[in-house]
């Protein structure tokens, strides 16, 4: 595997033909995806800036074009009609003044009047590499061109330490005011969220607070990516705390989910109305992110890095790693999200094929029907054996997924089983798979497992139980891959 030095790392894209030949590397490999969301070449995390604007869905990615590593971050813009088809817009947001010389990292979006309003964290380091993150805007307008306001809306605070990062940007039209709620560590290494607010976007914030959450005030060492969303009556925070290890999550420390409850924007109090629940329970899924500006409030569009930060993946030496998830539909339900596929993805259906032969086709939709007792799927089995295994123990109601039967093995040192026990007896599935994907839909939304999977071409079997009948789709691509930089 290559080692990065940090000149490699924190290059400065000039020209896009320094990626041209990186990029034809990576376009002839295998797991490239047909209708997900990747990076053009390097590497790809965080969703950020997803928007509904003026009929079309804006969404960013955190963006290192140099390989399959973490170095110096561009927001990188895709864009879309239906959520279904995206298509490459190219660099939105370069790191490219002193406030954020060591990265453009990640943020939301707002509409405003004139433009769509990108709020993001500038990682700005002195030369001896202290840290300072600056809270930073651009406007995008409608014909597509970025303003950088060129000084921070503020900088860091200084009772918390230097992770301070991932503007989530809200208004409140009750109160005329923005409000900022930004992912921290206090000193005493706790994670938490501090809110900013501010009656006019690009000036006036001021620090209001550190959001109150009863307790959460002991829960893992950094809050990433935080935000509050308002689903159907109830107030969502969804946050990604570091380094814990929950149970039946492997030796994952890295985890994006969510706590139900009411927000108070006066005290600045989120009052939890249950407990912190996973958002997925595959093994690759962080940093999720609602789309903003939506029409009405009983539902949010999600998506997420289909990744975590501490991973390796088989792709690396191809120059590249990381997709994002397909965007999802949540509602409530009995307080939980419930998450569904979205009804258009039934467009991308191109032809039934005989689930009977026990072939997969590489890039498909699987809908399974499923009766009472245990069951089992084995997934990209060769010649009858392997494959990842997804198992229901009908007496516990728990669902396993286990990859450790495939070839390709990665990220073993978070282990390779994860486990979750269901609300209803299992009765139906919707499997997304692409070429190196899989995202299981468990009972019309009870719960969602995804995760990375790169299955060599022998591996393209799969065994089922006799008390499931299947129905098999191919899927037409619809991800333009172009070289747009
Ligand atoms: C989460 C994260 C964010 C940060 C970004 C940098 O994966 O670490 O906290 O803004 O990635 O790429």
Request: with cysteine.
């Amino acid at each position: 595997m290559k080692e990065w030095t940090i000149e490699e790392r924190y290059r400065v894209l000039e020209d896009p033909e320094q990626i041209r030949d990186l990029y034809e590397q990576v376009s002839r490999s295998p797991y490239r995806q047909e209708y997900h969301v990747q990076p053009v070449t390097g590497l790809l995390n965080d969703p950020n800036g997803f928007i509904w604007h003026k009929g079309t869905w804006h969404l960013f990615y955190q963006w290192c074009p140099w390989g399959a590593v973490h170095g110096l971050k561009y927001w990188y813009q895709v864009q879309s009609e239906d959520l279904v088809t995206w298509k490459n817009v190219g660099v939105c947001i370069r790191p490219d003044m002193e406030m954020d010389n060591m990265g453009a990292y990640s943020g939301s979006a707002l509409a405003a009047k004139d433009a769509v309003c990108l709020v993001y964290t500038g990682n700005h380091r002195d030369e001896d590499w202290t840290r300072r993150p600056n809270t930073c805007l651009v406007k995008m307008y409608d014909d597509g061109r970025a303003s950088k306001l060129p000084w921070p809306l503020f900088g860091p605070h200084p009772a918390y330490t230097e992770h301070q990062r991932d503007p989530k940007i809200i208004y409140s039209p009750e109160r005329k005011k923005y409000f900022i709620i930004l992912g921290a560590q206090n000193k005493a290494r706790r994670g938490c969220a501090l809110v900013y607010e501010s009656p006019t976007l690009a000036d006036g914030w001021q620090f209001a607070g550190a959001l109150k959450v009863p307790g959460f005030e002991d829960f893992g060492e950094m809050w990433e990516c935080p935000s509050i969303e308002h689903i159907g009556n109830k107030d969502v925070l969804l946050f990604c705390p570091q380094h814990i290890y929950l149970p039946r999550r492997g030796a994952a420390t890295s985890h994006s989910g969510y706590v139900l409850g009411t927000m108070d924007w006066d005290t600045l109090t989120f009052q939890p109305d249950g407990s912190f629940h996973v958002l997925d329970f595959g093994f690759d899924f962080y940093a999720a992110e609602c789309a903003a500006n939506l029409e009405g409030e009983d539902y949010a569009i999600l998506t997420a890095w289909m990744g975590l930060p501490d991973g390796d993946y088989p792709t690396d030496d191809e120059g590249w790693q990381g997709c994002l998830t397909l965007p999802r539909e949540l509602t409530v339900r009995d307080r939980r999200l419930i998450q569904r596929p979205l009804p258009e993805l039934v467009d991308l259906r191109d032809g039934e094929v005989n689930p009977s032969d026990g072939t997969l086709p590489p890039v498909c939709e699987m809908e399974l029907m499923i009766s009472e007792g245990p069951f089992e799927l084995l997934l990209f089995t060769k010649n009858g054996e392997g494959g990842m295994r997804i198992s229901y123990n009908d007496a516990f109601r728990m669902i396993t997924i286990d990859r450790s039967g495939m070839i390709n093995r990665f990220n073993t040192e978070q282990e390779e089983i994860r486990e979750h026990l269901i609300a209803n007896p299992l009765s139906h599935m919707r499997i997304f798979i692409d070429h190196s994907s899989v995202e299981i839909f468990v009972n019309d939304g009870d719960a969602v497992f995804t995760s990375r999977v790169f299955p060599t071409e022998e591996e393209n079997g799969f065994i089922l139980t006799p008390n499931a009948n299947g129905r098999i789709w191919k899927l037409r691509p619809a991800v333009k891959d172009d070289f747009v930089v």
